[in-house]
T-cell receptor, first 113, second 114 residues
Framework: GENVEQHPSTLSVQEGDSAVIKCTYS??????FPWYKQELGKRPQLIIDIRSNVGEKKDQRIAVTLNKTAKHFSLHITETQPEDSAVYFCAASPSGSARQLTFGSGTQLTVLP | DVKVTQSSRYLVKRTGEKVFLECVQD?????MFWYRQDPGLGLRLIYF???????EKGDIPEGYSVSREKKERFSLILESASTNQTSMYLCASSLVGTAGNTIYFGEGSWLTVV
C-alpha cells in the first residue's frame, strides 16, 4: 500500500518568513495530494490540494508543488502569520482507492511573533 | 456547510469496558471513516465504510469494530478497551468515487482508558 513520509516533524519560523514542509510517497499510482491544517483543539481542514497532472498550485500565501518523477510534494507558506501556527498533514491517494487517503505523520508549525 | 458530528468530545473509560463512539454526517456522503490520531504518527485509518452495512479494514483495525446501519451514522466500537487505545479518534466523511474527493472531519473524540 501507499506510504507517505513527512518532514520536518516540527518547524519554527519568525513571523513574515517562509515555511516549507516536504512529503514523499511510495505508490506511483497516487494522483491526488491534499494538505490539511489542524489548529489546536480543532478538526483537520483541507487548505489546498494538487492533482498529478499539475506541477504547482497557489492560493494566496500558500502553494503546493509536485514532482511526480521523484514522488515528492511540498507545501510552501509565505509571509507567515501567527494564525498559521498549526499541525499540517500531507496525504496521498492512489487512483481508484476507496480508502481515499494515506496521511503523513504531521508537522507542527510554530510562527514566532 | 458540511457537518460531521461526533457525539462525545471527551470520554474516560475503564479497562475492559465496551466503548461506543458515534458519528453523524449531514451531507449524504457515501464514504465514512474512523481515524486514530497520535503524536508523531499522523492520522491512521482504523476502518472505513463506502455504503450502509459495508465496511473495510484500514491500517490498524485490531481491537476495533464498526457499525453502519444508516447512511448518515458510523459507529466505532472498542469491544474491550485497553490503555493503549487512549487516543484522539476522528470521524470523517466524503463522497464516493476515485481519488480527489475532499474528506471532512469531525471535531474528534478524546478517549482516555484507565
Amino acid at each position: 500500500g501507499e506510504n507517505v513520509e513527512q518532514h520536518p516533524s516540527t518547524l519554527s519560523v519568525q513571523e513574515g518568513d517562509s515555511a516549507v514542509i516536504k512529503c514523499t510517497y511510495s505508490d506511483s499510482a497516487s494522483n491526488y495530494f491534499p494538505w490539511y491544517k489542524q489548529e489546536l483543539g480543532k478538526r483537520p481542514q483541507l487548505i489546498i490540494d494538487i492533482r498529478s497532472n499539475v506541477g504547482e498550485k497557489k492560493d494566496q500565501r500558500i502553494a503546493v508543488t509536485l514532482n511526480k518523477t521523484a514522488k515528492h510534494f511540498s507545501l510552501h507558506i509565505t509571509e507567515t502569520q501567527p494564525e498559521d501556527s498549526a499541525v499540517y498533514f500531507c496525504a496521498a491517494s492512489p487512483s481508484g482507492s476507496a480508502r481515499q487517503l494515506t496521511f503523513g505523520s504531521g508537522t507542527q508549525l510554530t510562527v514566532l511573533p | 456547510d458540511v457537518k460531521v458530528t461526533q457525539s462525545s468530545r471527551y470520554l474516560v473509560k475503564r479497562t475492559g469496558e465496551k466503548v461506543f463512539l458515534e458519528c453523524v454526517q449531514d451531507m449524504d456522503h457515501e464514504n465514512m471513516f474512523w481515524y486514530r490520531q497520535d503524536p508523531g504518527l499522523g492520522l491512521r485509518l482504523i476502518y472505513f465504510s463506502y455504503d450502509v452495512k459495508m465496511k473495510e479494514k484500514g491500517d490498524i483495525p485490531e481491537g476495533y469494530s464498526v457499525s453502519r446501519e444508516k447512511k448518515e451514522r458510523f459507529s466505532l466500537i472498542l469491544e474491550s478497551a485497553s490503555t493503549n487505545q487512549t487516543s484522539m479518534y476522528l470521524c470523517a466523511s466524503s463522497l464516493v468515487g476515485t481519488a480527489g474527493n475532499t474528506i471532512y472531519f469531525g471535531e474528534g473524540s478524546w478517549l482516555t482508558v484507565v
